[in-house]
């Protein structure tokens, strides 16, 4: 509550985002509200919705409606930022969406002087649509791989 304060009445025009997986009440409601004053809280759920819907399902077995209410699934008026994959899933082990949807084939088939095999095709238009679905319904802002706000 401090550093936000701190950080809002020093520099009214930051934003401040919460890391928070545990769903705490008030992350996101002003300090004048007793909340903890974050403006925005990133929707963890979301990244690891893509990637147990890639481990557990082929894709034509995706529940639409799961999908919708993952994306969907936060508290009245607190802003999420949304995004399709989390830094963790690279840097713990895990494997990126790219690499969960087209493995080894990344390494041979993805040139331009090679024809798309279908395993390649089904990956780029599938990764296409899971950003697209999370940009569209994850939140108020988007946070892209790389870790930049749009």
């Known amino acids: 509550m401090l550093a936000n304060h701190l950080i809002h009445t020093l520099y009214p ?71 399709a994959e989390s830094h963790d899933q690279a840097l713990v082990g895990d494997k990126t969406l790219a690499f969960w949807l087209m493995d080894a084939e990344m390494y041979t088939n993805m040139s331009v002087l090679t024809p798309f095999t279908p395993v390649i095709d089904r990956g780029i238009q599938l990764h296409k649509m899971i950003r697209l679905i999370t940009h569209a319904l994850g939140g108020e802002g988007y946070l892209n791989f790389m870790g930049k706000y749009e």
């Open 13 to 83: 025009d930051s934003i401040t985002v919460a890391e928070d997986v545990s769903g705490m009440p008030a992350l996101c409601s002003p300090i004048s509200q007793g909340g903890v004053g974050f403006d925005y809280r990133l929707a963890m759920a979301i990244p690891d919705k893509w990637i147990q819907l890639l481990k557990e399902f082929k894709d034509e077995d995706w529940n639409m409606g799961n999908i919708v209410y993952t994306l969907t699934n936060r508290r009245y008026l607190e802003k999420c930022i949304a995004y």
